[in-house]
């Protein structure tokens, strides 16, 4: 199965900043990775496909990029309903495996 | 509304038997490959399976192979996920997600993600 790791697992940031959440695959890719958003308790919520494809109705100011095995996740300006915990998933092949997730907090 | 509901979660004792139930709503749910994701308390999300449109391809994670069914009726727009011979690391919250694909093949370039999400069920494995 194709490990993703994401980094950081945790941390924590302020309205207004930047931020950018890395995933790492143990292989290549192509582009085949989706961003994902859960808030506790809550289902998660699809951001991101195709490396960097906006899912319909997903503030802009949530980016994806890269291939291959490096990708990024980046929210341009936080905002307080931002904070929760990001999950990245490969679907180049089977079974679909996810990141261990990297939960963003309040500073 | 397009909606996924889950159902028939509970407690079952270690190697026990559990059959979970999606229904879906709003939507043409013959159209759409369907998964089954899992998150063990205070952990991560793990995929668990999915099934095509009309039923002809499953696939499942390693952990479950053997022992997990995946299924659907779409004459009753639902799937299932029948659980055999259950594990303490099956405890879980159950979700189904609607997968979108604008390819019926299932090649990964025509995949765009799961869109719809049930609100879980809670499926505890314990004595």
């Known amino acids: 199965a194709i490990r993703m790791t994401q980094s950081p697992s945790s941390f924590s940031a302020s309205t207004g900043d930047r931020v950018t959440i890395t995933c790492r695959a143990s292989q290549g890719i192509s582009s085949y990775l989706a961003w994902y958003q859960q808030k506790p308790g809550k289902a998660p919520k699809l951001l991101i496909y195709a490396a960097s494809t906006l899912q319909s109705g997903v503030p802009s100011r949530f980016s994806g990029s890269g291939s291959g095995t490096d990708f990024t996740l980046t929210i341009s300006c936080l905002q307080s309903e931002d904070f929760a915990t990001y999950y990245c998933q490969q679907y180049y092949s089977y079974p679909r495996t996810f990141g261990q997730g990297t939960k963003l907090e309040i500073k | 509304e397009v909606q996924l509901v889950e159902s028939g979660g509970g407690l079952v004792q270690p190697g026990g038997s559990l059959r979970l139930s999606c229904a879906a709503s709003?939507?043409?749910?013959?159209?759409?490959?369907m998964s089954w994701v899992r998150q063990a308390p205070g952990k991560g999300l793990e995929w668990v399976a999915n099934i095509k449109q009309d039923g002809s391809e499953k696939y499942y994670v390693d952990s479950v192979k053997g022992r997990f069914t995946i299924s659907r009726d779409n004459a009753k727009n639902s799937l299932y996920l029948q659980m055999n011979s259950l594990r303490a690391e099956d405890t879980a919250v159950y979700y189904c997600?609607?997968?979108?694909?604008?390819?019926?093949?299932?090649?990964?370039?025509?995949?765009?993600?799961?869109?719809?999400w049930g609100q879980g069920t809670t499926v505890t494995v314990s004595s």
């Open positions: 709003g939507f043409t749910f013959s159209s759409y490959w």
């Open positions: 997600a609607r997968e979108i694909h604008t390819d019926p093949s299932g090649d990964p370039y025509y995949y765009y993600g799961m869109d719809v």
